[in-house]
C-alpha cells in the first residue's frame, strides 16, 4: 500500500536527480540516449497513473467489502482479473527497464 502511494512521489525525485547528474557530468540535454530517456519518463509516469487506476479500485471496492463484511464479490474479481489492466501494469516497468538500459549503455 505504501509504495503505491509513494511512487509518484519518488518518481518525481528520481528526475531532478537525474538531471543533476546530467549537469554534474558535463553531458549535455543534447545527447541522443538523454533526449529519449526523458520523454520516456513521462510515459512511464502518464502509463503508471493509467495503469493504476484499477488496481485501486479493486483495493477501494475490497476495502468496502470487508469493512462490512462481506465475502468476495463477482465486481472485484473481475477487477483483479481483467487481462488488459494487468498487462498495461507492466508497461511502465517495461519503459524504466528501457530507461535504464539506455542510461548505463548510453547509445549514440
Excluded at 47 to 73: F, M, T, V, Y
Excluded at 81 to 97: E, G, H, T, W
Amino acid at each position: 500500500m505504501w509504495v503505491s502511494r509513494s511512487s509518484p512521489r519518488c518518481a518525481l525525485l528520481v528526475l531532478p536527480f537525474g538531471l543533476w547528474l546530467v549537469h554534474l557530468e558535463r553531458i549535455g540535454y543534447g545527447t541522443g540516449w538523454i533526449d529519449a530517456g526523458l520523454p520516456l519518463f513521462v510515459l512511464a509516469f502518464i502509463a503508471g497513473a493509467i495503469a493504476g487506476q484499477r488496481p485501486k479500485q479493486a483495493r477501494l471496492l475490497a476495502e468496502r467489502l470487508s469493512r462490512n463484511g462481506a465475502a468476495q464479490s463477482r465486481d472485484l474479481r473481475a477487477l483483479l482479473d481483467n487481462r488488459p489492466s494487468r498487462a498495461l501494469n507492466y508497461l511502465p516497468a517495461l519503459i524504466i527497464v528501457a530507461i535504464v538500459v539506455l542510461m548505463v549503455f548510453k547509445p549514440g
